[in-house]
């Protein structure tokens, strides 16, 4: 079982920075993939980074060039470094967790609250 916390979300105006954490509450991290997902208003769930234990991070289009998805597998944390933030990207991020070298998006954190605003 894995148990996901989010924190580090809020109100930045439009080109500002944020840094999403993610508590794993596991024996160790090193045995999953680790994601972020997004969820604005009226839209469903997309996917937004991921970062497995091996290899390159994925992004979605949209935020390649402004955010950086780390982990700090001794410390069962993973982050989410979002640069030049736009309205758009306004949304419930979630951080979720797959067992390593799959998309079985099994495990899901509660999510924290992304608002882009002047």
């Known amino acids: 079982q894995v148990q996901l916390v989010e924190s580090g979300g809020g109100l930045v105006q439009p080109g500002g920075s944020l840094r999403l954490s993610c508590a794993a509450s596991?024996?160790?991290?090193?045995?999953?993939?680790m994601g972020w997902f997004r969820q604005a208003p009226g839209k469903e769930r997309e996917f937004v980074a991921s970062r497995d234990v091996y290899g390159s991070p994925q992004y979605t289009e949209s935020v390649k060039g402004r955010f950086t998805i780390s982990r700090d597998d001794e410390k069962n944390q993973v982050y989410l470094q979002q640069n030049a933030l736009k309205p758009e990207d306004t949304a419930i991020y979630y951080c979720?967790?797959?067992?390593?070298?799959?998309?079985?998006?099994?495990?899901w954190g509660q999510g924290t609250q992304v608002t882009v605003s002047w």
């Open positions: 979720s967790a797959a067992p390593r070298g799959t998309d079985d998006w099994s495990y």
């Open positions: 596991v024996d160790t991290m090193r045995r999953y993939r």
